[in-house]
């Protein structure tokens, strides 16, 4: 064996194991940096499945890209990873006013978030692409003995994109604990709805704020090239006492918040505001929820506009959301929104 030789085989000994499951499942890639403490508290031990077992680490990665030319060119999803309990269906064009248009489902295949379960989405669509994302159902976050569970959401808008990302409510069960990350990053010439709705547990079952806690950060910046200033900073942490949360600044004892952002060079920021406060007074007006508050603002250098919402009914809770919606769909694209299919 020549010294050459010897050199590479006392190089290949030394060399570090490949990482199991690749870079995707390591810590640093599907962990928050940082955890609000009223989650952390409870801590990572776990009496059945740790962090990072088979299954409990979820991925999904998709990229969307124009394709095709002229009257042919439609979105279309050209990026696709994805490792269980997270996976899609296949993008459906069943919008025939915008027959460019996926529509994309989210889907766990476990059925719901449990304790020490860790989930990360990274979103990418790229310049002039127009893409709605929802879920398949509702998020359920299952009662945890031990552990906590999060989610993180990386979201990026290119020029000229127009994306609806709007999820179905996510219900915590009982001593169940979670932590939601968002993160949007929107180019100064695209637009962006994103929503979320909580519900404060199985209702119908007359179970309300017997979670642990609930947290979510939501951040809409600009791209790093376009100085990365904040557009929306949204932080919620909710955090059972005797069956209610805070006192009558937080929810006042209602049962669903729910908010919107919509961040968009479209319309000014005021038409866009008008829309959403519109469409959910004619909600409200016709509902027997006399329990709903809810208001409207625009958001900061006329990027757009963000409505949030209080109430008790789950059917008034779905007409508000889904009329704000389609309100500001028909507002920034002229055409009216098409029934989503669950």
Same mark, same amino acid.
């Given at each position: 064996?020549?010294?050459?030789?010897?050199?590479?085989?006392?190089?290949?000994?030394?060399? @570090?194991?490949?990482?199991?499951?690749?870079?995707?499942?390591?810590?640093?890639?599907?962990? @928050?940096?940082?955890?609000?403490?009223?989650?952390?508290?409870? !801590?990572?031990?776990?009496?059945?499945?740790?962090?990072?077992?088979?299954?409990?680490?979820?991925?999904?990665?998709?990229?969307?890209? +124009?394709?095709?030319?002229?009257?042919?060119?439609?979105?279309?999803?050209?990026?696709?990873?994805?490792?269980? @309990?997270?996976?899609?269906?296949?993008?459906?064009?069943?919008?025939?006013?915008?027959?460019?248009?996926?529509?994309?489902?989210?889907?766990?295949?476990?059925?719901?978030?449990?304790?020490?379960?860790?989930?990360?989405?990274? +979103?990418?669509?790229?310049?002039?692409?127009?893409?709605?994302?929802?879920?398949?159902?509702?998020?359920?976050?299952?009662?945890?003995?031990?552990?906590?569970?999060?989610?993180?959401?990386?979201?990026?808008?290119?020029?000229?994109?127009?994306?609806?990302?709007?999820?179905?409510?996510?219900?915590?069960?009982?001593?169940?604990?979670?932590?939601?990350?968002?993160?949007?990053?929107?180019?100064?010439?695209?637009?962006?709805?994103?929503?979320?709705?909580?519900?404060?547990?199985?209702?119908?079952?007359?179970?309300?704020?017997?979670?642990?806690?609930?947290?979510?950060?939501?951040?809409?910046?600009?791209?790093?090239?376009?100085?990365?200033?904040?557009?929306?900073?949204?932080?919620?942490?909710?955090?059972?006492?005797?069956?209610?949360?805070?006192?009558?600044?937080?929810?006042? !004892?209602?049962?669903?918040?729910?908010?919107?952002? =919509?961040?968009?060079?479209?319309?000014?920021?005021?038409? =866009?505001?008008?829309?959403?406060?519109?469409?959910?007074?004619?909600?409200?007006?016709?509902?027997?929820?006399?329990?709903?508050?809810?208001?409207?603002?625009?958001?900061?250098?006329?990027?757009?506009?963000?409505?949030?919402?209080?109430?008790?009914?789950?059917?008034?809770?779905?007409?508000?959301?889904?009329?704000?919606?389609?309100?500001?769909?028909? +507002?920034?694209?002229?055409?009216?929104? @098409?029934?989503?299919?669950?």
């Amino acid at each position: 064996m020549t010294d050459l030789e010897v050199g590479e085989v006392d190089a290949a000994m030394s060399a @570090p194991e490949p990482l199991y499951g690749g870079p995707r499942l390591q810590p640093a890639h599907f962990e @928050p940096e940082h955890v609000p403490i009223e989650v952390a508290r409870y !801590g990572t031990e776990s009496y059945t499945l740790p962090v990072g077992s088979p299954g409990k680490v979820g991925i999904l990665e998709l990229g969307f890209e +124009l394709r095709g030319q002229g009257d042919s060119q439609r979105t279309e999803l050209v990026h696709h990873y994805q490792k269980a @309990p997270l996976q899609i269906m296949k993008p459906l064009y069943y919008n025939t006013l915008r027959p460019d248009m996926p529509y994309t489902y989210l889907i766990t295949t476990g059925g719901g978030i449990l304790h020490n379960d860790r989930q990360r989405m990274d +979103l990418t669509f790229g310049q002039g692409t127009s893409a709605f994302i929802t879920t398949q159902a509702h998020t359920k976050v299952y009662r945890m003995v031990s552990g906590y569970a999060t989610s993180i959401v990386n979201i990026d808008v290119a020029e000229g994109a127009y994306v609806e990302y709007l999820p179905d409510p996510l219900i915590p069960y009982v001593d169940s604990r979670f932590y939601q990350q968002l993160t949007a990053r929107v180019h100064p010439d695209a637009t962006l709805l994103v929503g979320e709705t909580v519900y404060a547990g199985r209702l119908t079952r007359g179970e309300r704020y017997a979670f642990g806690a609930y947290a979510s950060d939501l951040e809409v910046r600009r791209p790093d090239d376009h100085g990365g200033e904040p557009v929306a900073i949204d932080r919620v942490r909710l955090v059972p006492r005797d069956g209610r949360v805070g006192g009558d600044a937080v929810l006042g !004892g209602r049962d669903i918040v729910s908010s919107l952002y =919509v961040v968009t060079p479209l319309q000014p920021a005021a038409r =866009v505001a008008a829309a959403l406060h519109d469409a959910v007074a004619k909600v409200v007006a016709a509902s027997a929820d006399d329990s709903v508050r809810f208001g409207v603002s625009v958001l900061p250098a006329d990027a757009g506009a963000w409505l949030r919402y209080a109430g008790n009914d789950t059917v008034t809770s779905l007409a508000v959301h889904t009329a704000a919606a389609a309100a500001v769909h028909e +507002l920034l694209t002229g055409r009216p929104a @098409p029934l989503v299919r669950k």
